[in-house]
């Protein structure tokens, strides 16, 4: 299976911020990486996939990079809404897998 | 509106059975994968199933193969998962969601494996 790895597992940061999540992959999964956001309470919203295409709706201060096994989601100026749980995964190959979530914090 | 809305969930004990259902509207669920991904209490999000358009391919966690079974009916734009021989490590928030690429997820229903 492909261990999905997080960093940092939790942040604090402040309104207008510019803050980057990393993801790693233990072995290659092309560009078949997603992101997905979840807010205390609430569904998993999705964010991204194909590492760097936002889902319809999603604000444009939100961006994925990366290719091969080092991903990485970045927030430009982060907002008040943006205070959240932030997960990739993995859909390259079955099973798929998640990161173990990264918590953004108000600093 | 497209949407998805889960029903099922309860309480069982170890060893019982649930099914769970995932109703869609709004779009035509019979031309998209879907899945199923868990979520334990306090826990991050652990994929569960897939299954293809037409149930030809299904795919499974280890930690629920030979116990879960997803299916789909697609006249009835609805999912399932058939869930048995239920432990007590099952109980989470169980959520529906469009497309292996997921870009829609319902609101979950809630499994508590309990004696």
């Known amino acids: 299976d492909i261990q999905m790895t997080q960093s940092p597992s939790s942040l604090s940061a402040s309104i207008g911020d510019r803050v980057t999540i990393t993801c790693r992959a233990s072995q290659g999964i092309r560009n078949a990486l997603a992101w997905f956001q979840q807010k205390p309470g609430k569904a998993p919203k999705s964010l991204i996939y194909?590492?760097?295409t936002l889902q319809s709706g999603v604000p444009s201060r939100f961006s994925g990079a990366g290719s091969g096994t080092d991903f990485t989601l970045t927030i430009t100026s982060l907002q008040p809404e943006d205070f959240a749980t932030y997960y990739c995964q993995q859909y390259n190959i079955f099973p798929l897998t998640f990161g173990g979530g990264t918590k953004v914090e108000i600093q | 509106e497209v949407q998805l809305l889960e029903s099922g969930g309860g309480l069982v004990q170890p060893g019982g059975s649930l099914r769970l259902s995932c109703a869609a509207s709004?779009?035509?669920?019979?031309?998209?994968?879907m899945t199923w991904v868990r979520q334990a209490p306090g826990k991050g999000l652990e994929w569960v199933a897939n299954?293809?358009?037409?149930?030809?391919?299904?795919y499974y966690v280890d930690s629920v193969k030979g116990r879960f079974t997803i299916s789909r009916d697609n006249a009835k734009n609805s999912l399932y998962l058939q869930m048995d021989s239920l432990r007590v490590e099952d109980t989470a928030l169980y959520y529906c969601?469009?497309?292996?690429?997921?870009?829609?997820w319902g609101q979950g229903t809630m499994v508590i494996v309990s004696s």
């Open positions: 709004g779009f035509n669920l019979g031309t998209y994968w």
């Open positions: 969601a469009r497309s292996h690429v997921v870009d829609i």
């Open positions: 299954i293809k358009q037409d149930g030809s391919q299904k």
């Open positions: 194909a590492t760097s």
